[in-house]
Nanobody
Framework: QAQLVESGGGMVQPGGSLRLSCVAS????????VGWFRQAPGKEREGISC????????YYRDPVQGRFTLSRDNAKNTVYLQMNSLTPEDPATYFC????????????????????WGQGTSVSVSS
């Protein structure tokens, strides 16, 4: 059974860092573009970044550009989201998702481009 599981969420102070993990089972994640989304209470789920397979492009939305970094470890069937300089605007439940495409593209921020989803991990930022 294909499954994605996120972990690594928690509470940090403003300016702190977290690394989220997205582990796949039942399929090979290196055949899929992987997106990260977040959803704050009362708000729509928004796509924030996407990493392609191989040496394809990685995209970041403006609110996270320069602070968040995606990477892959194919041996572990895992994608990581390194989040630095967290601000009070970042708290949300963070989801990873796998798309039936090897490359990210502009529609990769659309949740309907993905067919596998994790259950989410919660990130809080508070002093």
């Amino acid at each position: 059974q294909a499954q994605l599981v996120e972990s690594g969420g928690g509470m940090v102070q403003p300016g702190g860092s977290l690394r989220l993990s997205c582990v796949a089972s039942g399929f090979s994640l290196d055949d899929y573009a992987v997106g990260w989304f977040r959803q704050a209470p009362g708000k729509e789920r928004e796509g924030i970044s996407c990493i392609s397979t191989d040496n394809g492009p990685t995209y970041y939305r403006d609110p996270v550009q320069g602070r968040f970094t995606l990477s892959r470890d194919n041996a572990k069937n895992t994608v990581y989201l390194q989040m630095n300089s967290l601000t009070p605007e970042d708290p949300a439940t963070y989801f990873c998702a796998a798309a039936p495409s090897r490359l990210c593209h502009p529609s990769s921020y659309n949740r309907y481009s993905y067919n596998y989803w994790g259950q989410g991990t919660s990130v809080s930022v508070s002093s």
